[in-house]
């Protein structure tokens, strides 16, 4: 039996058929398949998991900014208590006389008796001693002096005033007359009290020391520059 001669391109032609048929199904289910997407069930897991970090995500922000506020008012703290803190320092150093001060005030000069015409001896014996100053020391105390210093020495509560003949040593420092006592207070007050009837400069006066008393709006005492040790002195503890 004889093909006819045009079964080869008819088979081609099939062929071709069956093949683009077969793509275009492949094609459809693919389409088909992008259609359809997330299945229902997972879309809304999913819409689930996003609310859910979206809430996760705003308790996060919100304590973020919570834990920012605590760390600038624990800063702001911090530098508040610092300041406190030297301020509280800053006022025990000038308490204990550790710092130079200045303020309104009097110099009070003390020195021995003049010597005779032609230089033949005192007028007077009488020498100033640790005592003397001592007196005036706490005289001007008493009227209110805040800060206290002789010949550059400032006046602790570890200060000694102490006779070592012929000199006087304060602050283990030698110093020699004329004594110049520094005084830091109301002016008129400390004057008064040391120039009262029958007081502390008259009695000096009267074993012939040269006293002099000068008021100034403004002096400005030394800190004491010695170390300031505690040996045996130990701080109370409470509880």
């Not at 062929?15 to 997330?38: D, K, P, S, W, Y």
């Not at 997972?42 to 506020?69: H, I, T």
């Not at 004329?178 to 009262?196: F, Q």
Request: proline share 7%; hydrophobic share 40%.
């Amino acid at each position: 039996m004889k093909l006819p001669a045009k079964l080869p391109a008819y088979l081609s032609l099939a062929l071709v058929a069956v093949v683009l048929g077969m793509l275009i199904a492949f094609q459809f289910r693919v389409t088909r398949h992008i259609e359809q997407g997330v299945p229902a069930g997972r879309a809304q897991e999913l819409a689930l998991e996003l609310r859910q970090l979206e809430k996760d995500k705003s308790k996060l922000k919100a304590e973020a900014s919570d834990l920012n506020l605590k760390l600038d008012r624990a800063t702001r703290g911090q530098a508040e208590a610092e300041k406190a803190l030297e301020d509280e320092l800053a006022k025990a150093r000038l308490l204990a006389g550790l710092v130079p001060v200045t303020g309104p005030g009097i110099e009070v000069t003390l020195d021995n008796p003049p010597q005779q015409s032609g230089g033949k001896g005192p007028a007077s014996l009488y020498t100033i001693r640790d005592e003397d100053l001592l007196r005036v020391i706490n005289e001007l105390r008493g009227a209110g002096a805040e800060a206290l210093s002789i010949n550059g020495q400032r006046i602790v509560a570890q200060t000694e005033i102490r006779w070592a003949a012929p000199f006087i040593n304060v602050n283990l420092t030698r110093v020699v007359p004329p004594y110049h006592i520094l005084a830091i207070g109301e002016p008129e007050n400390l004057k008064s009290a040391l120039e009262i009837p029958g007081g502390l400069v008259e009695y000096l006066r009267d074993l012939g020391v040269q006293v002099s008393i000068r008021p100034y709006e403004r002096l400005t005492l030394p800190g004491y520059s010695r170390p300031m040790e505690f040996r045996y002195a130990k701080p109370v503890l409470k509880g």
